[in-house]
T-cell receptor, first 113, second 114 residues
């Protein structure tokens, strides 16, 4: 089945700096890719999604890049602010009538003043 | 629109005790997921339903865990005889339609097994 590896597990950057979180996946049939944000004590909420046909999506100060050849998905934060401190999870699902969604292990992002 | 509702929010058990978690998905959502999220880890799928049918329960420890969604709306996840390794947050999520759609998560039930 699908394996999703997420790196790094912890990331600390200064306010205004950039940050990159990367996931690699194994199933070549993977088609739908998501990033979820989990603030302390709260549940997961969708941050961004990208489909295999688009490869890039931008919004809320983040850019999601998809490299299908390398089976790699990244979340790029261009200018961190304190509200970005949270855990971030990538999630991947395939496009063959199966709604099974596999999550990465998560990255705990801390923004320092 | 109401979100995904889970109860209880917290549960503390001794090993060997039973516990049930309840989930009320967003109205009209046909797909319902149960995930286990150990502390500082990602959600790990236990089981998911489309309407009342179990689609994938391959990761559900069938000797102690069971899950039902009898009318295709609310769902119950039960642990028959809890172990310390079951300590985690149990998340319910729902969505409408296929795998391209957003999951909406409940607040979770935090389980501690002593």
């Amino acid at each position: 089945g699908e394996q999703v590896e997420q790196r790094p597990p912890h990331l600390s950057v200064r306010e205004g700096d950039s940050a990159v979180i990367t996931c690699t996946y194994t199933d070549p049939n993977s088609y739908y890719f998501f990033w979820y944000k989990q603030e302390p004590g709260a549940s997961l909420q969708l941050l961004m999604k990208v489909f295999s046909s688009t490869e890039i999506n931008e919004g809320q100060g983040f850019t999601v890049l998809l490299n299908k050849k390398d089976k790699r998905l990244s979340l790029n934060l261009t200018a961190a602010h304190p509200g970005d401190s949270a855990a971030y999870f990538c999630a991947v699902s395939a496009n063959y009538g199966n709604e099974k969604i596999t999550f990465g292990a998560g990255t705990k992002l801390t923004i320092k003043p | 629109e109401a979100g995904v509702t889970q109860s209880p929010r917290y549960a503390v058990l001794q090993e060997g005790q039973a516990v049930s978690f309840w989930c009320d998905p967003i109205s009209g959502h046909d797909t319902l997921y149960w995930y286990q999220q150990p502390r500082d880890q990602g959600p790990q799928l236990l089981v998911y339903f489309r309407d009342e049918a179990v689609i994938d329960n391959s990761q559900l420890p069938s000797d102690r865990f069971s899950a039902v969604r009898p009318k295709g709306t609310n769902s119950t996840l039960k642990i028959q005889s809890a172990k310390q390794g079951d300590t985690a947050t149990y998340l319910c999520a729902s969505s409408f339609g296929g795998a391209q759609n957003t999951l909406y998560f409940g607040a979770g039930t935090r389980l501690s097994v002593l």
